[in-house]
């Protein structure tokens, strides 16, 4: 059946098992710590929440059918998944990342996995040149973030698959911000998926929670296992409410995009505003790749003002009503970022500047409200 359903039906079934006691249409929070055994050992697949609990089952299942991946894991926030993959390698071991990422990333390999003895090189991903020549033998792992946060380029993923496969590398992408509903990694040869699920999939910002989906088994089972023994694992409460966020992510995807659209041109058109990031430009540098691998543009749009100052920024910032100024992003409502002084405030000012992250620079998640509302509010605070 899974192969057959779309995606619409998916989001809603998919990976879905009704519940064996009194067959409760929506999945129950099995809000405990521990289960009873008949007999030493004997048990009826869970023993301690740690290690599984039905609620989190169920989202996991969910998570993998919507990404059409064998496997699904769930993590205590994105960062958390992240960290079990990096986990993975050994010390000596070379990862190469694009040099526009979110900058919770970037401080988790830098300021920690670093120290293990791992080797990070951040690059342009869409010039694969700059990934070739960093490929050595050491090399075990390409990670992907596309679109990229804040600057929404994006990269080629089948491409990239192809060059990994070629050296024997594992592909890791950051679905985060295009959300399965737009953009299947697995489809196009990613041999890991990683979503901050926080953001879209729960859809409300009202829950941290990260998920990983795969196809390889050995490889399900060394996550699973990292899973386990590290311990980041969300609690049924979490893994309950990012369930119901999957059963209308199509609907508020295709919303969020709309608006996202909208909104890009409005601010394209604005006078006042320099440069609008959105891939949905035809003139975007990767509008054929987008065209391509993705099923529309998504919710996120970033921009800079003209006078390209961050004083100008901040007062546009300060005078939204209606986007509210704050990290995360992904939920129904709008929310607008300054990313160099929060988001990416972790990554070193002339790493930011190589990807053109500058200080005036500021990140709309378009929500799903009356787009009028927002492009009024937006037309306000920019004056």
Not at 63 to 85: K, P, Q, R, T, V
Not at 269 to 277: G, H, L, R, S
Request: charged share 20%; hydrophobic share 40%.
């Amino acid at each position: 059946m899974k192969k057959k359903m779309k995606f619409n039906t998916r989001a809603i079934h998919g990976g879905q098992i009704l519940d064996p006691a009194y067959g409760s249409v929506m999945t129950p929070i099995y809000q405990t710590s521990t289960y009873a055994q008949s007999s030493p050992g004997k048990h009826k697949g869970y023993e301690y929440s740690r290690t599984h609990n039905p609620t989190r089952t169920n989202f996991e299942r969910a998570m993998a059918s919507i990404e059409n991946a064998e496997y699904g894991l769930a993590f205590s926030s994105g960062l958390a998944a992240i960290d079990a993959i990096i986990k993975t390698l050994s010390p000596g071991d070379e990862i190469i990342s694009t040099n526009d990422l979110y900058g919770g990333s970037y401080r988790l390999f830098m300021q920690i996995f670093e120290k293990y003895q791992l080797k990070f090189h951040f690059v342009n991903m869409e010039d694969l040149t700059s990934v070739k020549e960093k490929i050595n033998s050491n090399t075990k792992l390409i990670w992907v973030e596309t679109p990229t946060n804040p600057m929404m380029n994006v990269v080629d993923i089948k491409t990239m698959s192809f060059l990994a496969k070629k050296n024997n590398i594992l592909l890791c992408v950051d679905n985060t911000f295009a959300t399965p509903y737009i953009q299947r990694p697995i489809d196009l040869g990613a041999d890991i998926v990683m979503h901050s699920a926080t953001k879209y999939i729960a859809g409300h910002s009202d829950v941290v929670i990260g998920a990983i989906v795969l196809n390889d088994e050995n490889l399900h089972k060394k996550l699973s296992f990292i899973q386990n023994a590290s311990g980041a694992t969300p609690g049924p409460m979490d893994c309950f409410l990012a369930l119901r966020g999957i059963k209308t992510l199509h609907l508020r995807m295709q919303r969020h995009s709309e608006n996202a659209e909208k909104i890009a041109i409005f601010l394209r058109e604005n006078k006042k505003i320099a440069d609008v990031y959105w891939a949905g430009f035809k003139d975007h540098k990767n509008y054929d790749i987008a065209k391509k691998q993705m099923n529309g543009f998504g919710g996120m749009v970033s921009f800079i003002p003209v006078d390209n100052k961050f004083e100008t920024s901040k007062k546009i910032a300060e005078n939204l009503k209606l986007f509210t100024l704050a990290e995360s992003l992904g939920g129904v409502e709008s929310l607008c970022c300054h990313p160099a002084s929060m988001t990416h405030a972790s990554i070193p000012v002339e790493e930011r500047k190589k990807s053109g992250l500058v200080e005036s620079l500021l990140r709309l998640s378009v929500g799903i409200e009356d787009v009028e509302d927002l492009i009024d509010d937006l037309s306000n605070a920019i004056g």
